[in-house]
């Protein structure tokens, strides 16, 4: 699969510190502890923001911006299910396989340190990676690639 990233004017710290100020202007002004608990996560986040080196930030912002393709993510339910799904049910999936990258991703950097080799990863940290976390119950992918949904 695809991920694809847009670039936008400006420095990587008022970028994110405008996103973060545009996520807090949609709450409804009638749930006010709720108001009160997204501001102090905001808060929160504009610190640790401010606190991440310059590298860091980058790679803060790449993740922010990167995504997985709505069309790719609805043709592959659509070949596994034969159902056309909803645009809900594609951005839900879309943000699941991305937190399954991350996950992959970090613990191929941490087989990679374990092995005290530096530099990208490469297929053998992350096939590692997937063994590990499929080891640990973290990770149900199956080796096998048989589709278990049956059309009806």
Request: aromatic residues 2%; hydrophobic residues 35%; proline residues 3%.
């Amino acid at each position: 699969a695809v991920v694809s990233t847009q670039s936008t004017g400006g420095s990587v710290k008022e970028r994110l510190k405008a996103q973060i100020e545009d996520e807090g202007t949609d709450e409804p002004a009638s749930k006010e502890k709720q108001s009160t608990q997204e501001s102090e996560e905001q808060a929160r986040l504009q610190l640790l923001v401010s606190s991440l080196s310059g590298e860091q930030l980058d790679r803060y912002e790449a993740f922010r911006r990167s995504k997985f393709p709505q069309a790719t993510v609805k043709r592959m339910i659509l070949g596994m299910t034969g159902v056309q799904p909803s645009a809900n049910c594609c951005i839900a999936l879309a943000g699941i396989a991305k937190v399954l990258v991350g996950q992959i991703v970090e613990e191929s950097l941490d087989v990679q340190e374990g092995l005290a080799e530096t530099g990208p990863i490469h297929p053998k940290h992350i096939r590692e990676a997937v063994r590990k976390l499929r080891n640990r119950g973290t990770l149900s992918i199956s080796k096998h690639r048989k589709c278990k949904l049956k059309r009806l």
